[in-house]
T-cell receptor, first 115, second 113 residues
């Protein structure tokens, strides 16, 4: 159990366009989902935390108007990168946590390249 | 500020050569310490959770231990398929009922056949 999927696994978009990434918990209900970004050979940096049905909590320095997060159901969260620029190119990873549990289970990640 | 430091940054071992990875942490009230394995281009895979000093967990060739200041991931008789980046993370803050993870930089482990 505790399988998390992401779609797409990779995406290339032009500068100025928006991209949506989906994160799904396949075999459990995720009351909380997290979005991370990871640069090459670096560790994971938390971008935001979202609870089902409420607004996401963004980490300091993360633009909430640029990185829109929606957690509409207990199995789905989406991250939309609006007006993407080349510096937004990165590996985006989501994780999900069951209610009351401390472990986070990660998705396989989405490679975003902005040209 | 909560901090996690992993050492070494990279480690090369021969197949069968046992060793340990270190994770030192400073946190205002540890709620849990987590070990993950990450293969290139993939998301982290959950390995262990440790909650209190003295606790140990084992899985195949891996054994994780915890003290009040650090955790060790011992790998016994490793195989090439154990090659990966091993990430340590601590959980120290509850925000709106959720738990943030603070990650270390990871240790890139390479096992040569």
């Amino acid at each position: 159990g505790a399988v998390v999927s992401q779609h797409p696994s990779w995406v290339i978009c032009k500068s100025g366009t928006s991209v949506k990434i989906e994160c799904r918990s396949l075999d459990f209900q995720a009351t909380t989902m997290f979005w991370y970004r990871q640069f090459p050979k670096q560790s994971l940096m938390l971008m935001a935390t979202s609870n089902e049905g409420s607004k996401a909590t963004y980490e300091q320095g993360v633009e909430k108007d640029k990185f829109l997060i929606n957690h509409a159901s207990l199995t789905l969260s989406t991250l939309t990168v609006t007006s993407a620029h080349p510096e937004d190119s990165s590996f985006y990873i989501c994780s999900a946590s069951r209610q009351g549990a401390r472990e986070q289970y990660f998705g396989p990640g989405t490679r975003l390249t902005v040209t | 500020e909560d901090q996690v430091t992993q050492s070494p940054e990279a480690l090369r071992l021969q197949e069968g050569e046992s060793s340990s990875l270190n994770c030192s942490y400073t946190v205002s009230g540890l709620r849990g310490l987590f070990w993950y394995r990450q293969d290139p281009g993939k998301g982290p895979e959950f390995l262990f959770t440790l909650y209190s000093a003295g606790e140990e967990k084992e899985k195949e060739r891996l054994k994780a231990t915890l003290t009040k200041k650090e955790s060790f991931l011992h790998i016994t008789a490793p195989k090439p398929e154990d090659s990966a980046t091993y990430l340590c993370a601590v959980q120290a803050t509850i925000i709106q009922g959720a738990q943030k993870l603070v990650f270390g930089q990871g240790t890139r482990l390479t096992i040569n056949p």
